[in-house]
Nanobody, 122 residues
Framework: VQLQASGGGLVQAGDSLRLSCAASGGTFSNYAMGWFRQAPGKERECVAA????????YYADSVKGRFTISRDNAKNTVYLQMNSLKPEDTAVYYC????????????????WGQGTLVTVSS
């Protein structure tokens, strides 16, 4: 499976962005999907994940109520709607795919996109 993330950019605090991750080369609906981020000097963390059907979702406490993960299996795409962005949301955001269930540990994801940079200025 190949993953292509897009939608990052430079925004001001309080603004919104929507990240997209387009998948190809596999049966998208077979995969749980996750969005991870990595800020300079910090470990990669899972900010959101969604099951193959969209019926189960996970959010990190730091983004709960501000970020929304969704997927469109007909378009082979997963989204991350990010509202009320804060400077501490600045990071490279990655999408990832794995078979079976949602997990939050990066080591258990089999496929990764290339990352898209989100910069939030204060």
């Amino acid at each position: 499976v190949q993953l292509q993330a897009s939608g990052g950019g430079l925004v001001q605090a309080g603004d919104s962005l929507r990240l997209s991750c387009a998948a190809s080369g596999g049966t998208f609906s077979n995969y749980a999907m996750g969005w991870f981020r990595q800020a300079p000097g910090k470990e990669r963390e899972c900010v959101a994940a969604i099951s193959w059907s969209g019926g189960s979702k996970y959010y990190a406490d730091s983004v709960k109520g501000r970020f929304t993960i969704s997927r469109d299996n007909a378009k082979n795409t997963v989204y991350l709607q990010m509202n009320s962005l804060k400077p501490e949301d600045t990071a490279v955001y990655y999408c990832a795919a794995r078979t079976l269930t949602i997990v939050t540990t990066s080591d258990e994801y089999e496929y990764w996109g290339q990352g898209t940079l989100v910069t939030v200025s204060s």
